[in-house]
């Protein structure tokens, strides 16, 4: 059996991630999408908020199992019996930053082993800080994310009124 993991940050979950997870999950036996708790950045959304927004993509898909999770993403494999990573490439960008990220997982837990899948190609501009900035600016963010996701960004960006910052990070890797 193939236990795999989708790490992220996921604020927010995006339907680039969503066609990602998706395409995963047709390749193991089991997908977990693990939100990390804790990046060296600042979040809009807390971890139980995004949790449950992913939650919420995923109800419906037996395959796909939906945790937080804290630590380097290849103790938490270890932890869980998972033996592989998935990866979403978007630019060649993202590739080098993989790379250099694959070799270091390799080499602290050999046996642990990187799936990148290439985006498709509708989803290739889309980021969670592009998300963001674009639903801070009151723009239309329909086709870019769920339904839900819609509607807590609306939500956030109103309880938070007009102070709040228009890009929370400058981070491309989300």
């Known amino acids: 059996m193939i236990r795999a993991v989708f790490p992220g940050s996921f604020d ?3 339907n680039g991630h969503i066609d990602i997870a998706l395409r995963a999950s047709k390749l193991v036996d089991e997908l977990y999408v693990a939100v990390y708790d ?7 959304f807390s971890p139980q908020e995004r949790i449950a927004l992913v939650e919420g993509v995923f109800k419906g898909y037996p395959k796909i199992t939906v945790v937080g999770y804290s630590g380097l993403t290849v103790k938490f494999c270890k932890k869980i019996g998972a033996q592989v990573i998935v990866r979403g490439l978007r630019v060649f960008s993202d590739f080098e930053y993989e ?4 070799l270091a997982n390799h080499r602290l837990e ?3 082993e ?8 509708e989803h290739t501009f889309l980021s969670s800080t592009t998300v ?8 239309d963010i329909s086709s870019m994310v ?3 996701v819609e509607q807590a960004l609306i939500r956030k960006f109103t309880e938070l ?14």
């Not at 804790?38 to 809009?44: E, G, H, N, V």
């Not at 009124?161 to 989300?174: A, E």
């Open 12 to 14: 927010p979950i995006h």
């Open 114 to 121: 990187v799936l990148a899948l290439m985006t498709s190609e």
């Open 161 to 174: 009124g007009d102070n709040h910052p228009v890009v929370l990070t400058q981070s491309t890797r989300d």
């Open 38 to 44: 804790k990046p060296l950045k600042s979040f809009l």
């Open 110 to 112: 050999p046996d642990v």
């Open 99 to 102: 790379f250099r990220m694959g």
């Open 132 to 139: 963001r900035e674009i639903a801070s600016l009151d723009g």
């Open 146 to 148: 769920p339904k839900a």
